[in-house]
């Protein structure tokens, strides 16, 4: 959904292009835009200044980083290695520790902003890791994103991820429940939006995602399934921080019942989608809406 976006702009601005994918498919247009095809993780990071990932899950992380073909295999290893997947902070950690005793610097620098923003530059890319390597970086990420911001040493730039996706994941239980009451009301969607964004009630999701959920238009722009991950994340780091986390317990549980229930391939706005009847009903979706 945005890594290919990502290179596309970074060709575009003029960079040289090794990419790597398991479903070599999926690279065409980047291929045909002037891209070079690396048969492996380990070859595409051979001899690199700088070696980007954005995957699905921190198991796909390590297998591209750690793996027995993976970037720190390089026959050259690559000066910085940045990894732009929403993924365990503590996982970033370990790639830094690893990264440093095969002689390069490791950032974690997940992004949020989705196909759109990924698509016009404009993403906010949360980033920890050595200072210097962020300076080195600083360039190639102006050219993905209009807010870079370096959160501090490794694991950082995750840690602040999660916040975002807390943030994203209440939203969207709200904009579930809002969309579900407007329903159930017999008001119009689209005098409730108007009048409830020009307010404090304004959000992205109100602007972006309400409207689609109108139209019945459930395409991802960001897939449920990988919210359930990133909100699995958010528990599993808040059991290590003390703090419960409740509501966050709330929206893994209803992304769950989504992914669960042949979603998972849907945007995040399915969640509202079901809440207001627009989906048919999921089984163990009971916490929005019965």
């Given at each position: 959904m945005m890594g290919s976006a990502m290179a596309e702009r970074l060709l575009n601005a003029g960079y040289t292009i090794k990419v790597h994918t398991r479903t070599k498919s999926k690279a065409k247009s980047l291929l045909d835009a002037g891209a070079i095809w690396a048969g492996s993780p380990a070859e595409a990071a051979d001899n690199t200044d700088i070696c980007c990932s954005i995957v699905s899950l921190p198991k796909d992380v390590e297998q591209v980083h750690?793996?027995?073909?993976?970037?720190?295999?390089?026959?050259?290893?690559?000066?910085?290695?940045?990894?732009?997947?929403?993924?365990?902070?503590?996982?970033?950690?370990?790639?830094?520790?690893r990264a440093e005793k095969c002689g390069c610097l490791s950032i974690d620098a997940p992004v949020s902003g989705g196909d759109i923003g990924a698509r016009e530059g404009r993403l906010s890319i949360m980033i920890g890791g050595a200072k210097e390597a962020v300076a080195d970086a600083q360039t190639m990420f102006e050219h993905l994103g209009s807010t870079i911001i370096?959160?501090?040493?490794?694991?950082?730039?995750?840690?602040?991820?999660?916040?975002?996706?807390?943030?994203?994941?209440?939203?969207?239980?709200?904009?579930?429940?809002?969309?579900?009451?407007?329903?159930?009301?017999?008001?119009?969607?689209?005098?409730?939006?108007?009048s409830v964004s020009a307010g404090a009630a304004g959000s992205w999701a109100v602007e972006h995602l309400a409207p689609r959920v109108a139209k019945g238009d459930f395409a991802p722009g960001f897939f449920v399934a990988h919210l359930r991950k990133d909100l699995g994340l958010v528990l599993e780091a808040g059991t290590e921080l003390g703090l419960p986390l409740p509501a966050m317990k709330l929206a893994f549980q209803a992304y769950h019942a989504l992914s669960e229930g042949g979603?998972?391939?849907h945007g995040t706005q399915a969640l509202a989608g079901v809440a207001a009847g627009k989906l048919g009903e999921v089984p163990g979706f009971s916490p929005l809406h019965s």
């Open positions: 750690l793996g027995p073909e993976g970037t720190l295999a390089a026959a050259a290893k690559p000066k910085i290695l940045i990894d732009m997947t929403t993924s365990s902070p503590g996982l970033a950690e370990r790639l830094a520790t370096h959160h501090g040493g490794p694991g950082a730039g995750q840690r602040a991820k999660l916040v975002n996706q807390i943030l994203v994941a209440g939203g969207m239980l709200g904009l579930a429940e809002a969309l579900a009451f407007s329903e159930r009301s017999g008001l119009e969607y689209d005098r409730v939006l108007a979603m998972a391939s």
